[in-house]
């Protein structure tokens, strides 16, 4: 029964950043997905009550390790260990977001760094999948990422919003996955 709980952490990661991320909107209407970066709304220098922001993203990142623990209980291979080991990391450094919030020095490098690792973690699970949705689908995923770092894009927080949505993409794929699978097992 625990393991049932566990694999909703990453949709659950989802939804609860975009709450946090709405609340801090709701809190400072001059933010615009077209001019600022989401990092704004945490920087104590520009957003009204930057603790949301950044509560929300250690919060996020809570969410997110968990569910590396679950890829990692779920793996059926040493590949998809070492991916779900990298979505761990990748966790550490999101919560890392909200403690180097925009503004400070570190902040860039834990944010780039956060993304690095989840989409290493997801192509290396995915690469290790018997199933072919989840290996095509990561590897998709991973592409789709590199190509948004070489995107001009109109502003900062459209450009983390598309790798934010690819990150929740493969939560989904991994979970259409994951139940595909386990009915698959209760069939046998």
Do not use: C
Not at 70 to 93: C, D, H, M, P, R
Not at 160 to 169: C, G, H, N, P
């Amino acid at each position: 029964m625990e393991r049932e709980r566990l694999r909703y952490s990453g949709i659950l990661a989802g939804a609860v950043y975009w709450l946090f991320v709405a609340w801090s909107i709701s809190r400072n209407r001059w933010f615009s997905f077209f001019h600022n970066a989401l990092s704004d709304l945490g920087d104590p220098s520009k957003a009204t009550s930057p603790w949301i922001y950044n509560y929300g993203l250690i919060v996020t990142g809570i969410f997110v390790f968990v569910f590396s623990i679950y890829l990692i209980i779920a793996s059926e291979n040493k590949l998809q260990t070492v991916g779900g080991a990298y979505v761990s990391i990748s966790a550490i450094f999101l919560a890392l977001i909200g403690v180097y919030h925009g503004g400070t020095r570190p902040h860039v490098f834990v944010s780039t760094y956060f993304f690095v690792q989840f989409f290493l973690g997801a192509i290396l699970y995915g690469l290790g999948s018997g199933r072919k949705a989840l290996r095509y689908g990561s590897a998709l995923v991973f592409l789709l990422a590199l190509f948004g770092t070489f995107f001009d894009w109109p502003s900062v927080a459209l450009g983390e919003t598309y790798e934010i949505i690819l990150v929740m993409a493969f939560t989904l794929l991994f979970l259409q996955g994951d139940e595909r699978f386990q009915h698959l097992e209760r069939d046998k």
